[in-house]
């Protein structure tokens, strides 16, 4: 098993769009074999043990019960076969770790071998899910659009109502279904392979009066890989209305990345330069990042001390440790260190903004959707509390969720798996946690 140290807490949610894309294959290799099912469970009882090790409430969405019963439904299947794929392994031991409803720990797609079993054959039809229902948009093989509203109600078949139904048990999804459905969009393709045994001819039923039926083909990966858009729109964008004193600022993510810090200074010299005294920042989409990029952008808009959390709870496991200890973290110094399985609760300090950039005090507005998640939320939240301006729109996100995440890899079928290691509080002005299982 291969621990790899954490890459940043709440860029998770922004990962799982990456690497769920067949076209963002993940760098880790597989060899070509198949499984047994003893390997299997063997996998399934190191990812429970990790779990139970390093997750500080693993049980805060789902009862401990319900975990262990859901285990042992995947042992008994698993036990009926002689031998499984990666993808027949994928399907039956990522339902277990997203069983905790926790968008930051669950076990990655291992969508390069998937495409190989198949032939490097993926599915033709760009689709959209609202509301429940799939829509077709483009068919890459006849490269044809259809008509609008144009619904697909089976696949060879197969009732999309129930395909939708089994891919919920394989994502994390603690919020809204509007988050699962666009996840899902984005890797349709490769989990029907999970659970249908496609050919290359394909019949689809269609809910649409014009086009009851649909025929066409799977098609080579390499020939549409470059359609696929990763973000549906410009990572960043910003927009001035000098007539209106306006300005509209979009945030797809918060990564840490030097083209987001970029955007942000110069958005906000320009909006300053320009005296502009209304400010939209629409965050509706964005599926969070890390901390600090959140607190580079508050520095901007917020004109008194705050802090993003009013508590953090860490579980001092022997991975955990070994990760503060690689980093030199000053949080060591409150450990016993000879003691592992420690909850541990911090109280973040408060941030005093920096001067040093062009401080926006105009009206602001911050646009959200039950898409905004994780850091993105965090934010929002931030705005409201502090009293920085108004935020507009309803989002599914929780006040509690879970983050700075670890990876793990499966030793039988070398899958990575991420587990959270931090329960993260927003700060609310009032509500605590209730926090529940330890």
Known sequence: MIFWNCIMKDLVKVL?????????????????????STQIIDDLNIMDSIIRTVHPNPFYYVDENKYIQKKEEIMHVV?????????????????????????????????????????????????????????????????????????????????????????????????????????????????????????EDLLLRMGNPRLDEYRTKLVSYSSIKNSFDVNGSKAYDFQLNETSDSAYIVLKNFLPIPQYYDFIHKSFREIKNKGIKYLKIDVRGNKGGASYAVDSLMAYICNKPYRLYDSVFVRISKPVLTKLIEKKSELINQIDTSSVDQILRLSPPYISPSRNVDFYDGQLEVLIDKETYSGASTFANAVKVMDCGSVIGDSDAKNIYFGDFLFFQLPNTKMLFSVSTREFVEYSGTRKANRVGI
Request: with cysteine; glycine share 2%.
């Open 79 to 199: 036990s009926q076969f002689d031998s499984l794929s990666i993808s027949e392994a994928y399907k039956n031991l990522a339902p277990f770790i997203s069983i905790l409803r926790d968008g930051h720990s669950l076990l990655l797609m291992p969508s390069a071998l998937i495409l190989k079993e198949y032939n490097e054959k993926v599915f033709p039809i760009k689709i959209k899910i609202i509301n429940g229902k799939v829509y077709a948009k483009y068919d890459f093989y006849k490269r044809r659009l259809f008509p609008e509203k144009t619904e697909i109600l089976e696949i060879n078949n197969f009732s999309i109502k129930e395909l939708l139904k089994n891919l919920y048990e394989l994502y994390p999804v603690e919020n809204s279904e509007e988050m699962f459905y666009t996840t899902i969009e984005k890797d349709f393709g490769a989990l029907l392979y999970c659970y249908l045994n496609l050919k």
């Open 16 to 36: 799982i769009s990456l690497i769920f894309l067949i076209k963002c294959l993940p760098c880790y290799s597989y060899s070509d074999k198949i499984y047994s």
